[in-house]
């Protein structure tokens, strides 16, 4: 099956934020795809357990996204805005952190945390 017709043409982000567990199919469907979220504006997004791994997101907008429970590892989130963030749970082995604005996220019982670079650490939860 081919991406777009997982899809249906639409945006990327479009896509995950209407049907977040679209992401599965169209990641077993190509294993060698990596998903570019790159400057996508998430916030306030509701994807709890989502399938992130090895994504980029580089720049993107989560400030107040529901990330609990995601597996981010190796994700590329240089420079993104994870304020009051959600990622409770999450899997963040390997995920690059630097620049990424993290004032008052919630990371409670993430693993795989390395905050080396990362921005905005004011009230963060741990």
Known sequence: MELYEIFGGQSLAD???????DLAP?????????PDLSS???IGWSLPGIDLHG?????????FADLSGADLTG???RA????GALLC????TGALLHGAGLHA??????VGVDLTGAAGLAGLAR
């Open 15 to 21: 896509a995950i934020y209407r049907r977040p567990q």
């Open 26 to 34: 169209a990641r077993a469907a190509r294993p060698d795809w990596v």
């Open 40 to 42: 996508a504006a998430m």
């Open 55 to 63: 994504a980029i997101l580089r720049g993107a907008d989560m400030t």
């Open 75 to 77: 994700a590329d989130l």
């Open 80 to 83: 993104s805005h994870l304020a």
């Open 89 to 92: 749970g999450a899997d963040l």
């Open 105 to 110: 996220a919630d990371l409670t019982g993430a």
